[in-house]
């Protein structure tokens, strides 16, 4: 009838609400019974969900998913555990059978559990039951071990990514961060070949990305192309960002100054003041009520023109809101103030301590503005405090380092204090990795011993190393700092270069030597 065929296609549209590898509310069983029952949910969907749930480790809800194979028995749950905790011992006694569709899956987890950790020993084991896999299960494990192994930057990586093959027409086996990883790995090697490849495989959003327009154009140069690299440059040149920026030095050649565009005038920002959403944020700031100051103030610019955000960021300046003022401009699309995007506040405190410490004071507003956007009280979910966002164990090695006898913990909020012991850590870490800012600044947010791991054994362009750093917050607040700094140059009065030469090359790992008394800068990422 039209009524069932009608709750058919009704259930075939929550099709995409199933197949999310996430737990969900518990109504939805509901939903599912009804999709099962009318055959819209198939043995397929079972266990192309369950994969998702296991590639997450979410191993209840892997446990709830099979429930609904027509194949389930208890003891399958069982299987499910051993698989997860002792990967190893799984495929080294053969202990999961591959003759049922559970089985194989559960060893191609297992195998993925131990790629994740260690690639030869994932690869040994898969060698000895490859016979047992179909081709597009084969593909499915190069396309895990390849992944794990980019990200460790392993050069093997490429190859194996190579042996990924479409088995299904029309549908890509990697996903979008394996893609994002297949670009990596073929960069790291500077294989521009394997870059296109990979960057070709990409959905058109993904491939849309700043990141992959650029290196795509940075590869179709290599190889001569130039007319194609030049117009993907062009468009890239015109965006304002860390992408953008590099575009536009491919085009131009050198860096210009960012051009401001517009100022507001006093009239633009007496109507900000004088609206009554703007005096409940002023009201809300004054008790300290940060948090739903930001709210309002969100809920009253939502449907601003560029002008109009530029008078909200004026006005927010005006009233030391830093944090408001640059959020606000940089919702800008076409009419700019950079002066507002890069404000230059506590400006004798910064160069003197810039200078003090014999750091880059571009350097040093870039990863203030990343940490803090200047608000001195700001304070991380995992402890890190003040204007340059430093964890506590750290402040107190440094202020012991640097000679400071009387230090206790409430200093770390004190302007001078904080912004004293933040660049004189950023001073130590570009000492400890050879003047290479690009590196000091992901040994600011990740530690020193990482930045030094990300090394490769032969010089990287710097844009290169961090593109390739492994942690997702890692690598965007570098690309953010070291944009941030090449803005600020200009804005500061100091000598401008381009920011390929601000990134500059990052030695072999041979060429630093490990320093003693490292401290533990903690993140405030999760390790990836």
């Known amino acids: 009838s039209s009524a069932v065929l009608g709750d058919a296609s009704v259930l075939e549209g929550a099709k995409s609400l199933w197949m999310q590898p996430k737990e969900q509310a518990a109504n939805c069983a509901n939903l599912y019974d009804r999709m099962q029952a009318a055959g819209v949910l198939s043995e397929d969907d079972i266990f192309e969900r369950l994969r998702l749930a296991l590639e997450d480790s979410r191993i209840p809800l892997a446990k709830s998913i099979i429930k609904r194979s027509k194949t389930f028995v208890p003891s399958q749950n069982l299987l499910i555990d051993k698989a997860y905790s002792s990967p190893s011992v799984v495929l080294a006694k053969n202990s999961i059978s591959f003759k049922t569709r559970l089985g194989r899956e559960l060893n191609l987890f297992a195998l993925s559990r131990l790629a994740k950790t260690n690639s030869q020993q994932a690869l040994t084991a898969f060698n000895k039951v490859a016979d047992s896999f179909q081709p597009e299960d084969r593909s499915y494990f190069y396309s895990r071990l390849a992944w794990y192994a980019a990200q460790r930057h392993e050069p093997e990586a490429l190859q194996w990514f ?58 179709l140069k290599a190889k001569n192309q130039t007319l194609e690299a030049n117009t993907l440059f062009a468009k890239l040149s015109t965006e304002r960002h860390f992408y953008g920026w590099l575009a536009q030095e491919e085009v131009d050649g050198a860096m210009s100054a960012p051009l401001y565009t517009y100022k507001v005038s006093d009239e633009e920002v007496a ?48 009233n030391k809101w830093y944090d408001l003022a640059i959020i606000t401009a940089d919702k800008t699309t076409e009419t700019h103030d950079f002066a507002l995007r890069y404000p230059t506040p506590y400006h004798d405190l910064i160069k003197d301590a810039s200078t003090e410490n014999d750091v880059d004071e571009a350097w040093v507003y870039g990863i203030t503005r990343q940490e803090s956007r200047f608000m001195h009280y700001a304070k991380s979910g995992v402890g890190a405090a003040g204007l340059m966002q430093l964890m506590p164990a750290t402040a107190k090695w ?40 690009v590196m000091a600044t992901a040994a600011y947010n990740a530690g020193p011993s990482r930045a030094k791991k990300w090394m490769a054994e032969t010089p990287l362009e710097g844009a290169i190393y961090a593109e390739t750093i492994p942690y997702t917050e890692t690598r965007l607040y570098v690309q953010k700092v070291m944009a941030n700094a090449h803005l600020y140059a200009p804005r500061l009065g100091l000598k401008s270069m381009p920011l390929k030469q601000r990134l500059g090359v990052i030695p072999s790992k041979f060429g630093i030597i490990s320093a003693n008394q490292e401290p533990q800068q903690e993140t405030e990422q999760a390790s990836e």
């Open 271 to 318: 109507e900000i003041a004088n609206n009554e959403a703007f005096k409940r944020v002023e009201a809300l700031q004054r008790v300290d009520l940060r948090w739903e100051a930001k709210s309002e103030w969100a809920h009253a610019t939502k449907d601003f023109d560029d002008k109009q955000f530029l008078a909200a960021a004026e006005f927010a300046q005006r």
């Open 162 to 219: 190579k042996r990924v093959e479409n088995v299904e027409p029309k549908k890509e086996t990697l996903g979008r961060e394996q893609l994002a990883w297949y670009a990596r790995a073929a960069l790291r090697e500077k294989n521009w070949d394997a870059l296109l490849i990979a960057t070709s495989k990409m959905s058109p959003d993904q491939a849309a990305e700043g990141a992959w327009r650029y290196w795509k154009a940075r590869a």
């Open 398 to 437: 440094i202020a012991r380092r640097a000679g400071v006898d009387d230090y206790h913990h409430g200093m770390i909020h004190e302007l001078d204090t904080n912004i004293a012991l933040g660049t004189y850590y950023m001073g130590y870490t570009k000492d400890l990795m050879n003047g290479q800012e």
